[in-house]
C-alpha cells in the first residue's frame, strides 16, 4: 500500500503541466516591401490575460478573433517592434487576418513599405504576467534567411541580423 501510495504521490508531482507557447512568425518580403506578423496563441490563456487587463471585456473564448481592439492593445504592450533601430507599434499596422484555429486564435498584422531591412528586435512578454514559465516562440524569415528564437520572462528579446 505505501509503494502504491509513493507511486500515485510521484505521478501527480511530476505529472507535466500545460503547454505554455505563443508562436509568431515574421516574414519580410523584400520584393513587396512588407513585414507580415503572425501570433498565434492559446484562446483560454489570451483571454485570461486581456481579462487582467480589461475585465469590461466579457466575449467568449471562441468570439475573441473578433475583438480586435481588445487584442491589439494587449498585443501592443506585451510585443514590442523595433526595425533597424525604430521603434513600430502594432496600433500602426494593419490588421490583415484574425481567425479561431483549433484551440488558439491567430492574428496577422502588416506593416507596408520597408525600403530596407538590416535589423530587426522584438520584445516579446506575451503571457508572462500570467504564467511564469511562458515561453514564446519567434521565427523570423525573409527570403532564403531563416531563424528562430525563444523568449522566456527571463530574456525576453529575439535579434535578427543579415
Request: net charge positive; hydrophobic share 40%; charged share 30%.
Given at each position: 500500500m505505501k509503494i502504491f501510495l509513493f507511486i500515485i504521490t510521484f505521478l501527480y508531482f511530476s505529472a507535466p503541466h500545460p503547454l505554455r507557447l505563443s508562436v509568431?512568425?515574421?516574414?519580410?518580403?523584400?520584393?513587396?516591401?512588407?513585414?507580415?506578423?503572425?501570433?498565434?496563441?492559446?484562446?483560454?490563456?489570451l483571454l485570461n490575460a486581456i481579462i487582467i487587463k480589461n475585465p469590461k471585456v466579457t466575449c467568449k473564448e471562441d468570439?475573441?478573433?473578433?475583438?480586435?481592439?481588445?487584442?491589439?492593445?494587449?498585443?501592443?504592450?506585451?510585443?514590442?517592434?523595433?526595425?533597424?533601430?525604430?521603434?513600430?507599434?502594432?496600433?500602426?499596422?494593419?490588421?490583415?487576418?484574425?481567425?479561431?484555429?483549433?484551440?488558439a486564435v491567430l492574428f496577422v498584422y502588416k506593416l507596408k513599405n520597408i525600403k530596407s531591412l538590416k535589423?530587426?528586435?522584438?520584445?516579446?512578454?506575451?503571457?508572462?504576467?500570467?504564467?511564469?514559465?511562458?515561453?514564446n516562440m519567434v521565427i523570423f524569415k525573409a527570403g532564403s534567411f531563416e531563424k528562430g528564437c525563444i523568449s522566456e520572462k527571463s530574456e525576453s528579446n529575439c535579434e535578427f541580423q543579415f
Amino acid at each position: 500500500m505505501k509503494i502504491f501510495l509513493f507511486i500515485i504521490t510521484f505521478l501527480y508531482f511530476s505529472a507535466p503541466h500545460p503547454l505554455r507557447l505563443s508562436v509568431t512568425n515574421i516574414i519580410y518580403d523584400k520584393n513587396e516591401k512588407t513585414i507580415t506578423i503572425h501570433i498565434k496563441i492559446f484562446k483560454n490563456d489570451l483571454l485570461n490575460a486581456i481579462i487582467i487587463k480589461n475585465p469590461k471585456v466579457t466575449c467568449k473564448e471562441d468570439d475573441l478573433y473578433k475583438e480586435v481592439k481588445s487584442v491589439t492593445n494587449y498585443l501592443t504592450e506585451t510585443f514590442q517592434i523595433e526595425i533597424d533601430k525604430k521603434k513600430i507599434s502594432l496600433k500602426d499596422l494593419e490588421l490583415s487576418e484574425s481567425k479561431n484555429t483549433d484551440d488558439a486564435v491567430l492574428f496577422v498584422y502588416k506593416l507596408k513599405n520597408i525600403k530596407s531591412l538590416k535589423h530587426i528586435k522584438i520584445n516579446n512578454q506575451i503571457l508572462f504576467s500570467l504564467y511564469s514559465d511562458q515561453k514564446n516562440m519567434v521565427i523570423f524569415k525573409a527570403g532564403s534567411f531563416e531563424k528562430g528564437c525563444i523568449s522566456e520572462k527571463s530574456e525576453s528579446n529575439c535579434e535578427f541580423q543579415f
